[in-house]
């Protein structure tokens, strides 16, 4: 019912950024929370930066000051804008969308920081 696609990944140096996308398809989006996830090589995926419906926005602490969430309803998109990368940053950036009980996840898009 709900496709997400996220965009933007690549190689970037430390220090350097990244703007992350995820486009969703459907009517739900305006009416949903939105996540970005992300899973480090050998490591758990964990959540990263959360933005709700209503415009609430928490991060986790190892983002908090460096990456910004944001979302634009009207093109049913959800940003992550990463800002002084670190190699400990690298991972597959996954977005997820929570509309009540139900949830769907993108494929995810590479973050690779590295010199």
């Known amino acids: 019912q709900v496709q997400l696609v996220e965009s933007g990944g690549g190689l970037v140096q430390p220090g350097g950024s990244l703007r992350l996308s995820c486009a969703a398809s459907g009517s739900i989006f305006s009416i949903s929370d939105m996540g970005w996830y992300r899973q480090a090589p050998g490591k758990q995926r964990e959540w990263a930066a959360q933005?709700?419906?209503?415009?609430?926005?928490n991060y986790a602490d190892s983002v908090k000051g460096r990456f910004t969430v944001s979302r634009d309803n009207a093109k049913n998109t959800v940003y992550l804008q990463m800002n002084s990368l670190k190699p400990e940053d690298t991972a597959v950036y996954y977005c997820k969308l929570v509309y009540g009980i139900d949830y769907y996840w993108g494929k995810g898009t590479l973050v690779t920081v590295s010199s």
């Open positions: 933005i709700t419906s209503r415009g609430r926005i």
